[in-house]
């Protein structure tokens, strides 16, 4: 059982930079796959991005890729997502997720048992 906390996001100009923290609770915050996902108004909530339980691998929608990084401290209980060169449509509310399910990265909601309530990031242009 884990629950988790999103921050960090916010309102911003296209082409600056935000970093989404996610806090989560327990002591086996180590033992999960974690996840970042995104909804945009009127979309599907979609996959951002994923890391491994050691912070070894990681994995990017190509939309993000190169743009977008993810990573954990697992000493913190805690994962980030640092935003570079934010677009428009970079838009939407953003999820963190924790899965249990899987021993690798993975980009299906479906794998991830416990998610966050969401932080809104807004660009505009």
């Known amino acids: 059982q884990v629950q988790l906390v999103e921050s960090g996001g916010g309102l911003v100009q296209a082409g600056d930079s935000l970093r989404l923290s996610c806090a989560a609770s327990g002591r086996t915050f180590s033992s999960y796959v974690m996840g970042w996902f995104r909804q945009a108004p009127g979309k599907e909530r979609e996959f951002v991005a994923t890391?491994?339980?050691?912070?070894?691998?990681?994995y990017y929608a190509d939309s993000v890729k190169g743009r977008f990084t993810i990573s954990r401290d697992n000493v913190k209980n805690t994962v980030y997502l640092r935003m570079n060169s934010l677009k428009p449509e970079d838009t939407a509310v953003y999820y963190c997720a924790a899965s249990g399910r899987t021993y690798y990265v993975s980009q299906s909601n479906s794998a991830y048992d416990y998610w966050g309530q969401g932080t809104q990031v807004t660009v505009s242009s």
């Open positions: 890391i491994n339980r050691s912070g070894s691998s990681s």
